[in-house]
């Protein structure tokens, strides 16, 4: 079933303008706040576990750390490094979520990591979920120094590939250990275009007070006291301190763009591949574009798991119905919920490059975000804020850490490519 896209809650999303950027979670905040015991699933309110971002959405017992997905970023480097050349943008796909630190962790030798891009001639057309060009990575199992040779596979759309595993000097492209001093960036060139890859452990720039979001659902599904948010001064946020795997790739525009000068929007989005063990033929096994929409929209394990293989390029009857329910239970009319679904699903991430990048600096006649995703831009603010009607506005968390409040604070982003802090 087609969802159709809708335009009636652009008013609302408007909203979004109003935040600071700062953060991380998608549809799933809220969404999830009345959804579990509505949907008959509140033993889940006092569980530990936490589906945001994408973070633990992969962890079961058949589909290791390794192959969980937890975010993706997208922006121009220059809205990053005012010194950077004009018209590279950067793409990070993270994952293995919750590594903790002074550990090292690996890419799996055994999988397919895609970033997708879409090409788009107008930004406010709906999402097809077709790749134009897909940057494929494959990892070689680690050697004694703890590094892993990298093979980048460059997809067209017609499935013509071109496979890199050396770099523009002849050397192999290689991951950076977590006893590296330096990182190791790879400079590859294909098809005349120079593009810069690093892979390894950095600081996961995530951030939630998700303790305190477990209470203040658990209040507004009735099944609790009614609590907001922390303040800051004593807010935590759940990710401090610690990794995860990040693949970050510089890339010309003009090569997302085939070489046309008038595309200049484009749909980015993230999938795992593996080995189908019946036919050893790899099958996809986790999607993820824009923070926590497949956790927030989708809460039966069945039917998520059916997403991931389905996005964005398809969606069933029983995706529909469970996030419709979702939207419904928590107070959405059927024309809202309609509206949400058409600016969230196909989940892609969309940037505009013709803008300054960042999740609230613009939208489409969607109602969706059109300019890409920052390190430091707030997307659980922005998106409680639009679920709830702006009842809800901030967990009180950020980035950079409230002073003198040890429980949050990341270490600073790095001035240069890859700009991630340095794995803790």
Same mark, same amino acid.
């Given at each position: 079933?087609?969802?159709?896209?809708?335009?009636?809650?652009?008013?609302?999303?408007?909203?979004?303008?109003?935040?600071?950027?700062?953060?991380?979670?998608?549809?799933?905040?809220?969404?999830?706040?009345?959804?579990?015991?509505?949907?008959?699933?509140?033993?889940?309110?006092?569980?530990?576990?936490?589906?945001?971002?994408?973070?633990?959405? /992969?962890?079961?017992?058949?589909?290791?750390?390794?192959?969980?997905?937890?975010?993706?970023?997208?922006?121009?480097?220059?809205?990053?490094?005012?010194?950077?050349?004009? !018209?590279?943008?950067?793409?990070?796909?993270?994952?293995?979520?919750?590594?903790?630190?002074?550990?090292?962790?690996?890419?799996?030798?055994?999988?397919?990591?895609?970033?997708?891009? !879409?090409?788009?001639?107008?930004?406010?057309?709906?999402?097809?979920?077709?790749?134009?060009?897909?940057?494929?990575?494959?990892?070689?199992?680690?050697?004694?120094?703890?590094?892993?040779?990298?093979?980048?596979?460059?997809?067209?759309?017609?499935?013509?590939?071109?496979?890199?595993?050396?770099?523009?000097?002849? /050397?192999?492209?290689?991951?950076?250990?977590?006893?590296?001093?330096?990182?190791?960036?790879?400079?590859?060139?294909?098809?005349? $275009?120079?593009?810069?890859?690093?892979?390894?452990?950095?600081?996961?720039?995530?951030?939630?007070?998700?303790?305190?979001?477990?209470?203040?659902?658990?209040?507004?599904?009735?099944? !609790?006291?009614?609590?907001?948010?922390?303040?800051? $001064?004593?807010?935590?946020?759940?990710?401090?301190?610690?990794?995860?795997?990040?693949?970050?790739?510089?890339?010309?525009?003009?090569?997302?763009?085939?070489?046309?000068?008038?595309?200049?929007?484009?749909?980015?989005?993230?999938?795992?591949?593996?080995?189908?063990?019946?036919?050893?033929?790899?099958?996809?096994?986790?999607?993820?574009?824009?923070?926590?929409?497949?956790?927030?929209?989708?809460?039966?394990?069945?039917?998520?798991?059916?997403?991931?293989?389905?996005?964005?390029?398809?969606?069933?009857?029983?995706?529909?119905?469970?996030?419709?329910?979702?939207?419904?239970?928590?107070?959405?009319?059927?024309?809202?919920? !309609?509206?949400?679904?058409?600016?969230?699903?196909?989940?892609?991430?969309?940037?505009?490059?013709?803008?300054?990048?960042?999740? $609230?600096?613009?939208?489409?006649?969607?109602?969706?975000?059109?300019?890409?995703?920052?390190?430091?831009?707030?997307?659980?603010?922005?998106?409680?804020?639009?679920?709830?009607?702006?009842?809800?506005?901030?967990?009180?968390?950020?980035?950079?850490?409230?002073?003198?409040?040890?429980?949050?604070?990341?270490?600073?982003?790095?001035?240069?490519?890859?700009?991630?802090?340095?794995?803790?």
């Amino acid at each position: 079933m087609d969802i159709k896209p809708k335009t009636g809650i652009r008013r609302t999303l408007q909203q979004m303008s109003r935040f600071q950027p700062k953060k991380a979670i998608g549809i799933g905040a809220l969404a999830g706040l009345l959804a579990l015991a509505s949907l008959g699933l509140t033993s889940t309110l006092t569980a530990p576990k936490l589906q945001a971002s994408d973070h633990d959405d /992969g962890d079961i017992d058949v589909r290791s750390r390794a192959l969980s997905l937890t975010d993706l970023y997208v922006f121009r480097e220059i809205d990053q490094n005012p010194g950077a050349g004009q !018209g590279d943008l950067i793409l990070v796909m993270n994952t293995n979520p919750r590594s903790v630190a002074r550990q090292q962790y690996y890419f799996s030798n055994n999988a397919q990591y895609d970033i997708n891009i !879409g090409r788009v001639a107008n930004v406010d057309r709906a999402a097809t979920g077709n790749p134009d060009l897909t940057l494929r990575f494959t990892f070689s199992e680690p050697n004694a120094t703890n590094r892993q040779r990298v093979t980048l596979n460059v997809i067209d759309r017609n499935g013509r590939t071109a496979a890199i595993n050396q770099t523009s000097n002849g /050397g192999r492209i290689l991951t950076t250990p977590l006893t590296a001093t330096t990182p190791t960036l790879n400079s590859v060139t294909v098809r005349g $275009a120079n593009l810069t890859v690093f892979a390894g452990l950095r600081e996961d720039p995530f951030f939630f007070d998700v303790e305190q979001f477990f209470r203040v659902r658990a209040g507004l599904a009735n099944l !609790g006291p009614a609590v907001g948010f922390r303040p800051p $001064a004593t807010a935590q946020d759940f990710a401090k301190g610690y990794n995860a795997n990040s693949i970050v790739v510089r890339v010309p525009k003009r090569f997302l763009a085939g070489g046309n000068a008038n595309v200049n929007v484009f749909d980015a989005w993230l999938a795992i591949n593996i080995p189908d063990p019946r036919t050893g033929r790899f099958v996809q096994t986790e999607h993820l574009a824009r923070p926590a929409v497949n956790e927030g929209l989708i809460l039966n394990q069945s039917t998520l798991a059916a997403y991931n293989r389905l996005q964005p390029r398809g969606v069933n009857q029983a995706i529909v119905n469970e996030a419709k329910a979702v939207l419904g239970a928590i107070g959405n009319s059927p024309q809202r919920t !309609g509206a949400l679904l058409g600016a969230f699903v196909p989940d892609v991430m969309r940037i505009d490059t013709t803008v300054a990048s960042g999740y $609230a600096n613009k939208l489409n006649a969607l109602g969706a975000p059109a300019a890409g995703r920052m390190f430091l831009d707030d997307v659980i603010d922005i998106t409680l804020g639009v679920l709830s009607n702006g009842a809800v506005t901030s967990d009180n968390v950020s980035y950079t850490g409230t002073p003198g409040n040890p429980g949050q604070g990341h270490r600073p982003l790095v001035p240069a490519f890859p700009y991630l802090a340095p794995a803790n």
